[in-house]
């Protein structure tokens, strides 16, 4: 959280925000290369769009010069031929890699040599949830081109995106509401956004959206699995652990989006540990972790009592072996790795974070 409040005016290290990248954008700066990093795909797919809208002046132009490759499905001679391909009609090809952490280890290297000397007539972005800083990509990357931090919002920032969105259509929505729908959806603006289309869709004729057509209308997505999930951890049951997250792969939910929610909800969970240690009010709480409600606070006071602070810094290790574990292993062995992490966690013997 440190991390994101530092960033929000300006850059660290190279490494920039969403609201710092569409400002170049939108005066025409473009570079060669982005590496756009972080959980918010709702902000990486409008960066994105921006710069389609740059780039190509007619939606033809842009069908012939803007090309998506994954990285799961794709070779790294696939991609630099892609990328040196002349564009048509336009001064830039766009090319975007999605999923390039799924990339194998022997690939992510011949890409970070590439992007030392790329094609001029093309402007690559490779989309990860995360990248090793001391990698040559991302070094190269930070010397011509643009390193991209996309973090999910704060809920207060959530609140003001969905009250946003709807205006667009004439719509209201209530704050009873607006609270239910981010309990249940969360943070992710490509969730929320679906779910609202939804509301605009089935109760069109209402001018103001009530808690009722939230809980009628809106699906419990991802978020609310993984509470059950933390507090199923956190009380040592692994066979009902195991239930949620073969639940959420059968949702076709990739690994590595579960355990990106997952490491993002611990994090708020250790969060709330230091600050019950400190003995802070629930309303500086609140304020500390940006929160709307108070049943959401409840909630990770709850957990974090599940959790102690040694135990939760040994699970950061065991959260960063999975990752590279799914990045470097088949697809197939993805499900077998997710569940053991979960038995592993499960084993853990969680005392009380509040010190004596």
């Known amino acids: 959280m440190w991390f994101q409040e530092l960033l929000k005016d300006g850059e660290i290290n190279g490494i920039i925000t969403y609201q710092h990248i569409l400002s170049e954008i939108n005066r025409g700066e473009i570079k060669p290369l982005y590496l756009f990093l972080g959980e918010e795909d709702y902000e990486k797919k409008e960066t994105i769009e921006r710069l389609k809208d740059v780039l190509f002046q007619k939606r033809e132009l842009m069908e012939l010069n803007f090309i998506t490759l994954y990285g799961d499905t794709t070779d790294v001679r696939t991609i630099i031929n892609t990328c040196e391909t002349?564009?048509?009609?336009?001064?830039?090809?766009?090319?975007?890699?999605?999923?390039?952490?799924?990339?194998?280890?022997?690939?992510?290297d011949k890409l970070g040599m590439y992007v030392k000397n790329t094609s001029p007539t093309?402007?690559?972005?490779?989309?990860?949830?995360?990248?090793?800083?001391?990698?040559?990509?991302?070094?190269?990357?930070?010397?011509?081109?643009?390193?991209?931090?996309?973090?999910?919002?704060?809920?207060?920032e959530v609140s003001s995106f969905i009250v946003r969105y709807l205006k667009r259509f004439g719509k209201g929505i209530t704050s009873d509401a607006i609270n239910l729908l981010i309990e249940n959806v969360g943070r992710d603006k490509a969730n929320l956004t679906k779910e609202m289309e939804k509301l605009l869709l089935?109760?069109?004729?209402?001018?103001?959206?009530?808690?009722?057509?939230?809980?009628?209308?809106v699906s419990k997505v991802r978020l609310v699995s993984i509470f059950d999930l933390i507090d199923l951890i956190g009380e040592g049951k692994i066979h009902n652990a195991l239930i949620i997250l073969n639940q959420l792969l059968a949702k076709e939910e990739h690994p590595l989006k579960i355990l990106a929610?997952?490491?993002?909800?611990?994090?708020?969970?250790?969060?709330?540990?230091?600050?019950?240690?400190?003995?802070?009010?629930?309303t500086q709480m609140e304020d500390y972790l940006r929160l709307r409600s108070k049943k959401r606070l409840n909630l990770l006071i709850k957990q974090a009592r599940l959790f102690s602070k040694k135990n939760l810094i040994k699970i950061w290790k065991r959260l960063l072996e999975t990752d590279l574990a799914i990045k470097s292993k088949d697809k197939k062995l993805h499900p077998l790795i997710m569940e053991l992490l979960i038995i592993d966690l499960c084993k853990k013997d969680y005392l009380s974070c509040l010190e004596a």
């Open 122 to 156: 093309t402007c690559l972005v490779i989309q990860a949830k995360s990248w090793d800083a001391s990698h040559n990509l991302f070094l190269n990357i930070l010397k011509r081109g643009r390193v991209v931090r996309f973090f999910l919002p704060f809920e207060r």
């Open 261 to 282: 929610t997952l490491t993002s909800h611990l994090r708020l969970i250790f969060e709330t540990c230091i600050l019950l240690n400190d003995k802070k009010s629930s």
């Open 202 to 217: 089935y109760r069109r004729e209402k001018s103001v959206f009530e808690k009722e057509d939230i809980t009628d209308l």
């Open 86 to 108: 002349l564009p048509i009609l336009v001064k830039k090809r766009l090319v975007v890699i999605n999923r390039a952490d799924l990339l194998s280890k022997e690939d992510r």
